[in-house]
């Protein structure tokens, strides 16, 4: 008990003692948080705690869209030809070649039997080239 009230009146000190240390501590958010693991001290830029679902909801859709849209006016890439060949049924896929035109990727079908794939890089879809 004594060690919990101790760690705690020692982190009200250096929360006090460490705001005014310049101005973009002024903008930050200082938060002092006891629980079970003890007395601990936050600095915090933004203004969304994750234990908030809300906030866990809202940093998924930003990760989603940033997934998204990190490469939107790209065409092919070789991850893109790798998830189209493992959704086309294609196991223990590798990429074979990456020209300026096509990427080729080697693996097995169902059955056991090698199977190669040359996909068109123009394109974000990722067109089986014939």
Known sequence: MRKTFFSAAMAAVMAIAGMPLGTSLASAQVELRIDRNGPQLRLRDDDCDPSYRECRERMRREDR????????????TA?????????????????????????????????GDRVRVRFGRGDRSCPIWG
């Open 65 to 76: 869209w940033d997934e998204r849209h990190s490469d939107r006016r790209r065409g092919c």
């Open 79 to 111: 991850e893109r030809a790798l998830r189209k060949a493992d959704r086309m049924g294609l196991r223990r896929a590798r990429i074979v070649d990456v020209g300026r035109r096509t990427i080729e990727v080697a693996g097995r079908d169902r059955r």
